[in-house]
């Protein structure tokens, strides 16, 4: 196709654009995390296709976003205490089913 335009009366100009993309450096850390809800979320992050790294990175970029946690976090009043407590000492507890929740 150049040789077409070679003898014409067009001049063809290339123009390259170089795209700069910011290189992020990783670097290792290491945490204590509860073994049963990291494996949870483990599960979780392979279904959605990324890592425990991803998902670790993923949450430090909103803190940045927000300037703090990126959800709300409470401290419970006196009633919710109380209620807590008993549920822990099997006070104030009834079993119950799936099918019973449902209704």
């Known amino acids: 196709m150049m040789d077409e335009l070679a003898g014409s009366r067009y001049t063809t100009i290339v123009l390259f654009r170089e795209v700069v993309m910011p290189v992020s450096i990783k670097e290792t850390t290491s945490i204590k995390l509860d073994k049963q ?9 392979k279904e959605l296709g990324i890592t425990m790294g991803d998902a670790f990175n993923m949450f430090l970029s909103q803190v ?3 300037k703090g946690i990126p959800f ?3 401290i419970p009043n006196e009633l919710t205490k109380q209620v807590i ?3 822990r000492l099997g006070k104030n507890v009834q079993d119950f089913s799936i099918d019973e ?3």
């Open 37 to 45: 809800a990291k494996e949870e979320a483990r599960l979780i992050f």
């Open 72 to 74: 709300e976090i409470k």
């Open 101 to 103: 929740l449902n209704q």
């Open 85 to 87: 407590r008993e549920a």
């Open 64 to 66: 940045n976003l927000h």
